[in-house]
C-alpha cells in the first residue's frame, strides 16, 4: 500500500512556533555551514587542512569540494514513508531503513555512480564514506550493519519529489556535471536494482578499506571530509533549531582574529606572575621555564613534581601563538579534578568570555566555582550557549578538559568531533600522561603519529617504554641531559635530597606511626591501593586513635567529592597544623599536596614516583629537611599484578634509605618500568573506513556503575533537577555493578543510573561495602 507523496519533505520534527525545516532547506544549509566554516581563505579552513596533512592547494580544493557534496547528499535518504511518518506522527515510528544507510545506498546504484562518475576528479568512496558514517551507527556486520531492514520488507521512497530534484540540480552544479540526474525509483525492496547495489556497496567498501592501509592521503581526505560533515551538519542544525543565522553566526565565533603571544601572557601567565610574586619586583620566571618557548611544534617536557612544569607549559603555548595562526590553548588531563584545578589555577584568569572548563560535570564545577570563588575566578560568570552543546563551546580561547572532550574523536565521540574544529586550531598541551591506561595512551600515539597540530606533552617521570613511544610519534625531549647542566634551578630542584625511606612491617606498624607523626604536628599523607582498605585505615585510626582523618578517594558523590578534595588540598597548604588525609590513587595526579610523611603501601613503580611527589613538594621546612617515606607490603596485589608489586619492591630496594631526591627516583624509575607493548597506530577512527561506530578512549570499569543514592532527599532532588533540566552530577556516585539495583527504579529516573542503598554511604567515609557505614 502506498501513501500519498506530501507537498513538503521534513528534515526536523514539527517544533512550536518555528518555521519548518524541510529537506531541501537543511541540506542547502549543511553545504552553507560546511563551506562557511571550512572556507579555505579562513584560519579554521586552513588549520583543518593542515591538521589531517592536506597541505597542497589542490587537495584543500578537493577537501572542500567533497564536503559540500556529502552535505548535500548526507540526508537525501529522508526521502521515504517512515522518515516523513517519524516526523509528524508525534510519536515514536520504526524505521524500516536508517536514513543515512538508505542515503549511502542511493549513492551505489548505477546511475547515480555513472551520473557523478562524470566528473573524474571525485572520489564517490570519499562521499559514500561520510555519509553513510555520519551517525556512527554503520557497521559491516551486527546491530547496525548497512541497510538491514528493521520492520518492513517495501518502504515508499520519494525521490522524485521536487525537493529531491533540486538538491540533485545543486549537486550538478557544485559537481561541474554536464546534466541533471532524476531518480525514478518509487519503492525499496531487497530485490533490484537495491539488492545490486547493497552488493555492489559492500564489495567495494571492503576494496576501500585494503586500499586506505596503503593511500594515506586518501585516508586523510576521507577522514577531513567524514568529520567535515558531523560538524557542518550539527551547525546547520543548531542554529537552525535556535533560531540564529548561520553566515553571521559563524563569522563571530569563527572567523574570529587569532590569539596572540601577547594575549597569553596578558590574560594567564601576567596574572598568575603576578599572584605567585606576592609583591616582590624581583620575581621572575625560572629559566627552565623560559626555555621552554624554543621548543618547536612537539615535545615532551619532562620535570620533577613541583617545578613548574605548568608555567612552562604556557611559555610554550605563547611561543607557539607567536610562529603559528591558531585560535586557541588546550590543557587537557586525565581526570576531572585535575582539569578543574587547572582551571582554578590558570585558565580561570582569562577574561570570562574566553575561559572554559569541559569535563563530564563541569557545569556543576563551575556552579561550585562560582559560590567560592578564588583570586583568579572572582567576580566572572562563565557562561557557555548550552543550547548549542560543544559548537557553544568555539567561541572560547583558554580551555581546561578532560583529555577525552577533545581526543575522544579518535572513538567517534560525537561531542570530540564537533570540537575538533577548535582543537585543529589550537595550541594543544596534555598533562600527566603517565597515568593514561593503556587504551588512552594507545589513542594517542595514533592521534600524534596521524595529525599535525602543536602539542606539548608532560609529566614528571615516564617508564621508558612509553617515552620511546612518544619520541617515535615526533616528541622532542625536553630538556635533554645536556640541557639540564645550563638549567641550574631545575638541576637543584631534581637532585636536591627530599626524602628519607623506611619500611614497616604492616597496616597496623603504620597505623601507630601515623598517629604519632600527627601527634608530633606534621602533615600526614597515608595512601592505599583500594577504597576498602582506605576506609579501612581510616575507620582504625579514628577508633584506636581518636583521630578523625581526611577520607579521600573516588567512591563519594560528586558534592562529597569535591567537598573532600578541597579539603584536602586547603588542609596541606597550611605547614603549621597537623593533618592527615587517608586516600587512594586519586592523590598520584596534579594535586599540590605537600606532606611531611608519606605513607604508601607498596605499588607500581610509577605510582611509587607520583606518591612521593607530594612529599617536601616545595621544600617549605627549610633544605635541610627530609621527609619521611614509610612503605609496607599490602595484604594482598589488588587492582595490580604480583609482578607490578614485584618489580615495586625491587625499585623500593634500588632507591637506599637516605638523601632520596626526585633525579634518583627517575634514574631508578627508568630501570626498574616494566615494558609495554608498543601502540600499533590503530584507532577506531583511522580504521572505519565506509563505517562507524562509537567506542570509548579509555579503558572501562566494566565493574561500576553511575548511580543515585536510595535516599528519599537525594530522589526528591533529583527529580527536581531533571524537571529545571539543572545539571544533577552532585548526586551521582560510582559503585560496583551488584550494589546498583537498591529499589525499584521509577520511570522518571535516567535509564543509564542505578539506585544504590542508602545505608552503605557515610559523607565522610564515601560509600562502603559492608555494613559498617551505618554505624
Known amino acids: 500500500m502506498t501513501v500519498s507523496v506530501p507537498e513538503r519533505l521534513l528534515a526536523k520534527s514539527r517544533r512550536y512556533g518555528r518555521e519548518e525545516v524541510t529537506l531541501q532547506r537543511h541540506l542547502f544549509e549543511t553545504e552553507q555551514s560546511a563551506e562557511q566554516v571550512f572556507r579555505l581563505d579562513g584560519r579554521w579552513g586552513q588549520n583543518w587542512c593542515r591538521f589531517f596533512r592536506l597541505n597542497s592547494p589542490e587537495l584543500q580544493a578537493s577537501f572542500l569540494l567533497h564536503l559540500r557534496l556529502a552535505a548535500l547528499f548526507h540526508d537525501i535518504g529522508k526521502a521515504n514513508e517512515d522518515f516523513y511518518a517519524a516526523v509528524t506522527a508525534g510519536r515514536f515510528v520504526q524505521q524500516t531503513l536508517r536514513h543515512e544507510h538508505l542515503s549511502a545506498l542511493l549513492?551505489?546504484?548505477?546511475?547515480?555512480?555513472?551520473?557523478?562518475?562524470?566528473?573524474?576528479?571525485?572520489?564517490?568512496?570519499?562521499?559514500?564514506?561520510?555519509?553513510?558514517?555520519?551517525?556512527?551507527?554503520?557497521?559491516?556486520?551486527?546491530?547496525?550493519?548497512?541497510?538491514?531492514?528493521?520492520?518492513?520488507?517495501t518502504l515508499q521512497l520519494f525521490c522524485s519529489h521536487r525537493e529531491v530534484n533540486a538538491v540533485l540540480d545543486r549537486i550538478k552544479e557544485v559537481a561541474n556535471l554536464p546534466n541533471s540526474l532524476r531518480i525514478s525509483e518509487t519503492m525499496w525492496a531487497n530485490e533490484m536494482p537495491w539488492s545490486g547495489a547493497w552488493s555492489e556497496g559492500t564489495n567495494t567498501a571492503r576494496q576501500f578499506a585494503r586500499h586506505l592501509r596503503r593511500n594515506s592521503e586518501r585516508r586523510s581526505l576521507l577522514l577531513a571530509v567524514k568529520v567535515g560533515l558531523i560538524v557542518a551538519d550539527a551547525v546547520a542544525s543548531g542554529l537552525v533549531r535556535e533560531g540564529y543565522s548561520i553566515d553571521d553566526w559563524i563569522n563571530e565565533k569563527v572567523h574570529s582574529s587569532p590569539i596572540t603571544g601577547s594575549d597569553i601572557n596578558s590574560s594567564i601567565l601576567n596574572?598568575?606572575?603576578?599572584?605567585?610574586?606576592?609583591?616582590?619586583?624581583?620575581?621572575?620566571?625560572?629559566?627552565?621555564?623560559?626555555?621552554?618557548?624554543?621548543?618547536?611544534?612537539?615535545?615532551?617536557?619532562?620535570?620533577?613534581?613541583?617545578?613548574?612544569?605548568?608555567?612552562?607549559?604556557?611559555?610554550?603555548?605563547?611561543?607557539?601563538?607567536?610562529?603559528?595562526?591558531?585560535?586557541?590553548?588546550?590543557f587537557l588531563y586525565p581526570t576531572r579534578g585535575t582539569a578543574t584545578e587547572g582551571f582554578r589555577d590558570y585558565v580561570g584568569w582569562a577574561p570570562e568570555a574566553e575561559a572554559a572548563l569541559v569535563h563530564g560535570s563541569s557545569e556543576y564545577e563551575l556552579e561550585a566555582i562560582a559560590e567560592n570563588p578564588n583570586d583568579a575566578t572572582q567576580g566572572k560568570n562563565y557562561e557557555t550557549d548550552e543550547r548549542l552543546f560543544a559548537l557553544g563551546l568555539w567561541s572560547k580561547r583558554y580551555f581546561s578538559a578532560t583529555v577525552d572532550q577533545f581526543l575522544g574523536f579518535m572513538e567517534h565521540s560525537y561531542t570530540g568531533m564537533c570540537l575538533l574544529p577548535a582543537l585543529a586550531d589550537s595550541a594543544v598541551i596534555i598533562d600527566e600522561v603517565h597515568s593514561f591506561d593503556r587504551h588512552m595512551f594507545d589513542n594517542l600515539i595514533s592521534f600524534l603519529k596521524t595529525f599535525d597540530v602543536?602539542?606539548?606533552?608532560?609529566?614528571?617521570?615516564?617508564?621508558?617504554?612509553?617515552?620511546?613511544?612518544?619520541?617515535?610519534?615526533?616528541?622532542?625531549?625536553?630538556?635533554?641531559?645536556?640541557?639540564?647542566?645550563?638549567?641550574?634551578?631545575?638541576?637543584?630542584?631534581?637532585?636536591?635530597?627530599?626524602?628519607?625511606?623506611?619500611?614497616t612491617s604492616n597496616e597496623r606498624d603504620a597505623l601507630a606511626i601515623a598517629a604519632d607523626e600527627y601527634r608530633k604536628g606534621n602533615r600526614v599523607l597515608w595512601v592505599v591501593n583500594t577504597v576498602k582498605r582506605c576506609q579501612r585505615v581510616a575507620r582504625m585510626l579514628?577508633?584506636?586513635?581518636?583521630?578523625?582523618?581526611?577520607?579521600?578517594?573516588?567512591?563519594?558523590?560528586?558534592?562529597?567529592?569535591?567537598?573532600?578534595?578541597?579539603?584536602?588540598?586547603?588542609?596541606?597548604?597550611?605547614?603549621?597544623?597537623?593533618?592527615?588525609?587517608?586516600?587512594?590513587?586519586?592523590?598520584?595526579?596534579?594535586?599540590?599536596?605537600?606532606?611531611?610523611?608519606?605513607?604508601?603501601?607498596?605499588?607500581?613503580?610509577?605510582?611509587?614516583?607520583?606518591?612521593?611527589?607530594?612529599?617536601?613538594?616545595?621544600?617549605?621546612?627549610?633544605?635541610?629537611?627530609?621527609?619521611?617515606?614509610?612503605?609496607?607490603?599490602?595484604?594482598?596485589?589488588?587492582?595490580?599484578?604480583?609482578?607490578?608489586?614485584?618489580?615495586?619492591?625491587?625499585?623500593?630496594?634500588?632507591?637506599?634509605?637516605?638523601d632520596i631526591s626526585q633525579r634518583l627516583l627517575a634514574e631508578k624509575l627508568k630501570d626498574h618500568a616494566l615494558s609495554e607493548r608498543v601502540a600499533d597506530g590503530s584507532a577506531r577512527l583511522l580504521e572505519g573506513g565506509y563505517y562507524a561506530t562509537p567506542g570509548m578512549f579509555r579503558d572501562v570499569d566494566e565493574f561500576t556503575r553511575p548511580c543515585i543514592l536510595s535516599r528519599k532527599i537525594d530522589l526528591a532532588k533529583m527529580k527536581s533537577l531533571l524537571d529545571e533540566k539543572r545539571p544533577y552530577d552532585a548526586l551521582l556516585i560510582n559503585v560496583p555493578e551488584k550494589f546498583a539495583n537498591a529499589m525499584d527504579r521509577p520511570g522518571w529516573l535516567p535509564k543509564y543510573l542505578g539506585i544504590a542503598d542508602e545505608q552503605f554511604y557515610d559523607e565522610h567515609f564515601g560509600f562502603m561495602t559492608e555494613r559498617e557505614a551505618a554505624n
Open 107 to 153: 549513492l551505489h546504484l548505477p546511475e547515480v555512480r555513472i551520473w557523478l562518475g562524470q566528473n573524474r576528479s571525485l572520489d564517490l568512496e570519499v562521499i559514500t564514506g561520510a555519509v553513510l558514517s555520519h551517525h556512527a551507527k554503520a557497521a559491516e556486520s551486527g546491530d547496525w550493519q548497512w541497510c538491514q531492514p528493521k520492520s518492513k520488507t
Open 542 to 658: 579514628q577508633k584506636k586513635h581518636s583521630i578523625k582523618p581526611l577520607v579521600y578517594h573516588s567512591r563519594f558523590r560528586l558534592q562529597d567529592r569535591r567537598d573532600r578534595h578541597n579539603d584536602t588540598i586547603e588542609a596541606f597548604k597550611q605547614i603549621a597544623e597537623a593533618r592527615i588525609a587517608i586516600t587512594t590513587q586519586v592523590c598520584e595526579m596534579s594535586l599540590d599536596l605537600d606532606a611531611d610523611v608519606l605513607i604508601t603501601e607498596h605499588a607500581p613503580v610509577s605510582s611509587l614516583v607520583q606518591r612521593f611527589g607530594r612529599a617536601n613538594r616545595h621544600l617549605a621546612r627549610g633544605k635541610d629537611f627530609r621527609a619521611r617515606l614509610i612503605v609496607y607490603k599490602p595484604e594482598n596485589e589488588k587492582p595490580y599484578t604480583k609482578k607490578d608489586i614485584a618489580v615495586g619492591d625491587d625499585f623500593l630496594a634500588a632507591l637506599g634509605t637516605k
Open 271 to 330: 596574572p598568575k606572575k603576578e599572584q605567585l610574586a606576592k609583591g616582590n619586583p624581583e620575581f621572575d620566571w625560572h629559566t627552565f621555564q623560559k626555555r621552554a618557548a624554543t621548543l618547536g611544534d612537539r615535545a615532551l617536557l619532562l620535570a620533577a613534581c613541583g617545578s613548574g612544569k605548568t608555567v612552562a607549559a604556557w611559555k610554550w603555548a605563547e611561543s607557539v601563538a607567536c610562529e603559528r595562526a591558531i585560535g586557541k590553548v588546550l
Open 454 to 503: 602543536p602539542v606539548l606533552c608532560m609529566t614528571a617521570t615516564l617508564p621508558p617504554t612509553r617515552r620511546h613511544e612518544l619520541t617515535d610519534a615526533g616528541l622532542r625531549v625536553y630538556p635533554t641531559d645536556s640541557e639540564r647542566f645550563e638549567l641550574a634551578d631545575l638541576e637543584d630542584k631534581e637532585t636536591h635530597p627530599r626524602y628519607g625511606l623506611e619500611s
